[in-house]
């Protein structure tokens, strides 16, 4: 209780949560740095039975204190943000935990934000005029350990770098990376060693010029090895 009044006591910071932990209840922090934005998300997130904000700030580097105190599921991450903008905070919270599963909800799309973004690790790329029930849906997926890479963020990225071609097997692998398999499950999946599965990966992170999973996807989407 200590902990959550000094939360709230802190200027655009606050510990929303009120649904009982577990039950299929997705816990969320919304971090935007602009407070009508971020009550109104936070209003129609309490909204569905099965999504609950933990805690919200709209301060990026408050953001990855707040994530490392309360662990949510979610994350939806704004780009602009004083003193620390949001690549900068997913860099943080992934340094804490690789795995945390990161939504970017901008207004921003140019290039280089979502090139900026995704690279940090961002699971999921949306703008903030996207329908309520596609943010839902975005949001369930990710937490399903999903990649979900509108179409048109794809197409921004689509050029940036050029890529050779992947063998049916590296395919196969991007498939199963893209719905978020780990290595251990891909190579059971295909029959295949974990050694094997690595060796894939680095193959095709090396043919599409990209460093993640989530880039690889938009590359490999974009240019027709995918399809969502």
Not at 6 to 17: C, F, L, N, Q, Y
Not at 47 to 57: F, I, K, P
Not at 89 to 106: C, Q, S
Not at 154 to 171: F, H, I, V, W
């Amino acid at each position: 209780m200590k902990n959550a009044k000094k939360s709230r006591e802190t200027p655009g910071v606050s510990d929303a949560g009120n649904k009982k932990c577990g039950d299929g209840v997705i816990r969320i922090l919304v971090v935007d740095n602009h407070a009508v934005v971020r009550d109104g998300l936070v209003t129609i997130i309490k909204r569905e039975s099965d999504l609950d904000v933990v805690a919200e700030t709209g301060d990026g580097r408050q953001a990855a204190g707040l994530w490392r105190q309360h662990r949510p599921d979610i994350t939806l991450m704004d780009l602009r943000m004083p003193p620390l903008d949001g690549v900068d905070a997913i860099y943080k919270i992934r340094a804490v935990d690789p795995n945390a599963r990161i939504i970017i909800l901008t207004t921003f799309d140019g290039e280089d934000d979502i090139y900026q973004g995704l690279r940090a690790g961002a699971k999921s790329y949306l703008l903030k005029d996207v329908r309520r029930e596609e943010l839902f849906h975005c949001i369930r997926e990710v937490h399903a350990g999903k990649i979900v890479i509108p179409a048109a963020i794809a197409a921004k990225l689509a050029g940036r770098l050029p890529a050779q071609d992947l063998t049916p097997r590296e395919c196969e692998v991007l498939r199963l990376l893209s719905e978020g398999k780990p290595n251990k499950l891909i190579g059971a999946a295909m029959s295949i060693t974990e050694v094997t599965v690595k060796s894939h990966v680095q193959s095709i992170f090396k043919k599409l010029n990209v460093l993640c999973r989530t880039e690889a996807t938009i590359v490999a989407c974009r240019r027709g090895i995918l399809h969502f």
